[in-house]
């Protein structure tokens, strides 16, 4: 069942006479933190901060590069004359294993076969290809 509205007036809440008394609520809350261009200020430091830290870390890291390579080009003819050494003792491991194969092998001209000669005539030295399969072999 409902209820039939009534025909009454409707009776409204109004304000006193005059109105409410105020309130000075701002007595009774505290700060609510820092003033906006305070917190303007400290993220513009911490920004600016950090900046700074990254400039110092990019120049230390560019001074270790710096004396990274120094090293290397300092060390480079060393390891250039080891990795020839390396070279010339496989190139004569080569040389002495093939000149034992081809003992009794003559050229197209009837000579005998010249270990370490090139069988294409280039008339140019070139170094035999060196790759890793070779290192070991011995």
Same mark, same amino acid.
């Given at each position: 069942m409902s209820l039939r509205p009534s025909t009454a007036a409707a009776i409204?809440?109004?304000?006193?006479?005059?109105?409410?008394?105020?309130?000075?609520?701002?007595?009774?809350?505290?700060?609510?933190?820092?003033?906006?261009?305070?917190?303007?200020?400290?993220?513009?430091?911490?920004?600016? #901060?950090? #900046?700074?830290?990254?400039?110092?870390?990019?120049?230390?890291?560019? &001074?270790?590069?710096?004396? @990274?390579?120094k090293v290397r080009y300092a060390l480079a003819p060393l390891m250039q004359a080891e990795a020839d050494r390396e070279y010339m @003792?496989?190139?004569?491991?080569? /040389?002495?294993?093939?000149? @034992?194969?081809?003992?009794?092998?003559?050229? /197209?001209?009837?000579?005998?076969?010249?270990?370490?000669?090139?069988? #294409?005539?280039?008339? &140019?030295?070139?170094?035999?290809?060196?790759?890793?399969?070779?290192?070991?072999?011995?």
């Amino acid at each position: 069942m409902s209820l039939r509205p009534s025909t009454a007036a409707a009776i409204q809440d109004m304000p006193p006479p005059g109105g409410y008394k105020k309130l000075d609520f701002t007595r009774y809350l505290p700060d609510r933190g820092p003033k906006g261009w305070q917190l303007w200020a400290g993220a513009t430091t911490l920004i600016m #901060y950090g #900046y700074y830290q990254v400039g110092k870390t990019n120049q230390a890291r560019i &001074q270790q590069k710096m004396q @990274e390579r120094k090293v290397r080009y300092a060390l480079a003819p060393l390891m250039q004359a080891e990795a020839d050494r390396e070279y010339m @003792e496989r190139e004569l491991v080569n /040389l002495r294993r093939e000149a @034992e194969i081809m003992k009794d092998v003559t050229d /197209l001209k009837g000579n005998p076969w010249v270990p370490g000669s090139s069988q #294409y005539f280039g008339g &140019q030295w070139m170094p035999r290809k060196v790759s890793y399969f070779m290192r070991h072999q011995g």
